[in-house]
């Protein structure tokens, strides 16, 4: 039921919309470095991206977007639809790994974005649409208000 590829208007520009591929994966790592959050934490090693693309991919619960512009890869997110009990049954939509390429960031690109996402999480019949975000990114917060999410909990992760 999915409806890519896509195309997005941005205001300024129109970017396209598909599921990710193998051969996005550089690009996509790229993109998850491309923040002072993501620079800490990720790796130069493929290997493990690739594999982890490789069980995202075969997953039908799951769908991995890139965005372009041009041949470029400039956004990224991750979707899962979560079948659950809760809420009379609710399915939900989690999106996570939200990136926009730093150059790109304010022109539209997250927002056109989400209008899909929401779009497809409705398509898809899912009631919430939820996220989480670093409480040390206030600016992704900002802009998460603005497109109407509104920060109802608290989320806790155990490394391991």
């Known amino acids: 039921m ?3 590829p896509a195309t997005l208007a941005t205001g300024s520009t129109t970017v396209g919309l598909r599921r990710a591929t193998a051969d996005d994966v550089p690009a996509l790592v790229a993109l998850l470095t491309d923040d002072p959050l993501g620079r800490d934490r990720e790796s130069p090693d493929l290997g493990p991206y690739r594999r982890a693309f490789e069980a995202v991919d075969a997953d039908p619960a799951q769908l991995l ?3 372009t512009h041009g041949p470029d890869v400039v956004s990224t997110a ?9 809420r009379g049954g609710t399915t939900r939509l989690q999106v996570e790994a939200v990136r926009v390429r730093a150059d790109l960031r304010g022109q539209g690109i997250g927002a056109a974005l989400f209008t899909w996402t929401v779009d497809e999480a409705r398509r898809r019949g899912c009631g919430l ?3 989480t975000t670093d409480t040390r ?3 992704a917060h900002r802009f998460y208000e603005r497109l109407g999410f509104t920060a ?6 155990l490394p391991l």
């Open 78 to 86: 991750q979707l899962t639809e979560i079948p659950g009990l809760s």
């Open 2 to 4: 999915t409806s890519l």
């Open 137 to 139: 990114r206030p600016e």
């Open 65 to 67: 977007l890139a965005v």
């Open 129 to 131: 649409v939820q996220l």
């Open 152 to 157: 109802s909990h608290v989320g806790f992760k």
